[in-house]
């Protein structure tokens, strides 16, 4: 099989080692699965290989692609690379897309600059692209407009649209519900199928299964097993891959029931339209104290828009949310399906939480226990939300709001971008939370495992 891509002692280095020394061997048509823990520097490898590890981190080491070492290559040289040769797919579609441009005149920009083609046929090429993603009503709307899911097929588009031989797309299937993943994969394998590259890193076990080829497991800037898909995932030999495969949800225990507390929240005849199109109608909710509702739905079905309007975010079009009165409006919270829009870009992780802290007159101390309790580093909190991964990041959010001490609590996805077993922790902290304190949770998720071991009921959107 040829090979199209040779990583030889990458390492990643900021004051301290992140990545230790790794090498990987990428070839046409086979796909190679990075596997493991939040923080591992599965990102920071991916951006290594492009070249486009952010300020402050540098990486040693070799990347050959056709005989040619990239880490010496002059950057502009590299860049000429970007889209027409590799393509990186980043962990969060927002950072990837442009706020202010059209998702279909993004996918049609690279299209265009990158693949040559004339403006009328960049449209239609990403006019067909956004099709074939099920995304044919995209093609107008901001990003801001799109769900996450659907962030997520644009930026793919998007990255694809310059046919690279080599793809590199991280966690490029969170989010999404089973079919789409499994349209996300099955796009992955086709680009194998043609004789390209593929490496894919992802936290879905399922998502490895399918790919196929081979997995790399990391843990702690190491690379602790390897081997073919079907080896590894079948019969791991290092404990850390055993205790991921065993963390999948359905081998999880099923929280016991709770005796329902007072009602928190109740909705009633909610109806909302999004882009002329109702999204539900006739919607009556009952949340109590304590209990955890699991929600369900595809990609784009308007969990995120139901979390708005319980919050009173978003105003319904008919309906009524009513919301147990005499509690402050701070404790009812929403976690973000994206973790970055819980925090202002540019202050230091503690500088937000310090300003949070003495506005809610709370304790400080409070933040370092549920650090401890979510395994966060306290060297995280001197940097900047874009300087941590983004799993640690999906728990600083966590973390801001729990801060808050809700009694009424959205979490939209609040696990899509951690490996299993720092889901099944932050989950066991989450129900913890909610039986412990008498929070109301309702808990968004694809996986129909995880909400089958979690929640007390569900409701599905349609
Ligand atoms: N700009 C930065 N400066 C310093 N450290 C960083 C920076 N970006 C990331 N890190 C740290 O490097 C380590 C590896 O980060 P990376 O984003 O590669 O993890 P990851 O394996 O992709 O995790 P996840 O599964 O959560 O996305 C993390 O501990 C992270 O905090
Ligand atoms: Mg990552």
Do not use: N
């Not at 609590?409 to 939370?433: C, K, M, N």
């Amino acid at each position: 099989m040829t090979v199209l891509l040779t990583v030889e002692d990458l390492t990643v280095v900021s004051t301290d080692a992140i990545l230790r020394p790794t090498g990987l061997t990428l070839r046409a048509g086979r796909p190679l699965t990075i596997l493991g823990q939040t923080g591992s520097g599965k990102s920071l490898l991916a951006q290594a290989i492009m070249g486009v590890l952010p300020d402050g981190l540098s990486a040693a080491g070799r990347v050959l692609l056709d005989g040619r070492d990239l880490l010496a290559m002059p950057m502009a040289e590299r860049r000429a690379l970007w889209g027409r040769t590799i393509g990186l797919l980043p962990q969060e579609p927002w950072l990837a897309l442009d706020p202010t441009m059209r998702a279909g005149a993004q996918v049609a920009e690279t299209h265009r600059l990158v693949a040559g083609l004339t403006a009328a046929e960049a449209d239609a090429a990403a006019r067909a692209d956004l099709a074939h993603l099920g995304l044919a009503d995209a093609f107008g709307k901001l990003p801001g407009e799109l769900s996450g899911g659907m962030a997520q097929r644009v930026a793919f588009a998007a990255a694809r649209a310059g046919r690279g031989r080599i793809v590199i797309a991280d966690e490029p299937t969170k989010g999404l519900d089973a079919d789409r993943r499994d349209d996300a994969v099955a796009l992955l394998l086709r680009e194998v199928e043609e004789g390209g590259g593929l490496l894919t890193i992802t936290h879905d076990v399922a998502v490895a299964r399918q790919l196929g080829g081979d997995v790399m497991v990391m843990r702690e800037g190491e690379v602790v097993e390897q081997g073919p898909a079907e080896e590894v995932l079948r019969a791991p030999r290092s404990a850390y891959a055993r205790d991921l495969l065993a963390a999948e949800p359905s081998s999880w225990p099923k929280l016991p029931p709770r005796p329902a507390g007072e009602p928190m929240l109740r909705a009633r005849g909610l109806a909302k339209a999004r882009g002329g199109k109702p999204l539900f109608d006739g919607l009556d909710l009952e949340i109590r104290a304590g209990e955890i509702v699991g929600v369900g739905g595809p990609s784009g079905c308007g969990k995120s828009t139901l979390g708005g309007l319980l919050l009173g975010l978003v105003a319904p079009d008919r309906g009524s949310v009513w919301r147990k009165p005499g509690i402050g409006r701070h404790r009812f919270q929403k976690l973000y399906q994206d973790p970055p829009a819980a925090f202002p870009p540019h202050g230091s992780l503690r500088q937000t939480l310090t300003d949070l802290v003495r506005l809610h007159r709370l304790d400080w101390s409070e933040v370092e226990r549920l650090m401890d309790r979510l395994r966060l580093s306290p060297t995280l909190l001197d940097r900047r939300p874009r300087e941590v991964s983004g799993g640690e990041l999906q728990r600083l959010a966590l973390l801001r709001v729990l801060l808050l001490d809700p009694v009424f609590l959205f979490a939209d996805e609040p696990t899509s971008r951690l490996d299993l077993v720092t889901q099944q922790e932050t989950v066991a902290l989450l129900t913890g939370i909610a039986r412990d304190r008498g929070c109301a949770v309702l808990l968004v998720s694809h996986d129909a495992g995880l909400l089958d071991r979690t929640a007390d009921r569900r409701i599905a959107l349609a």
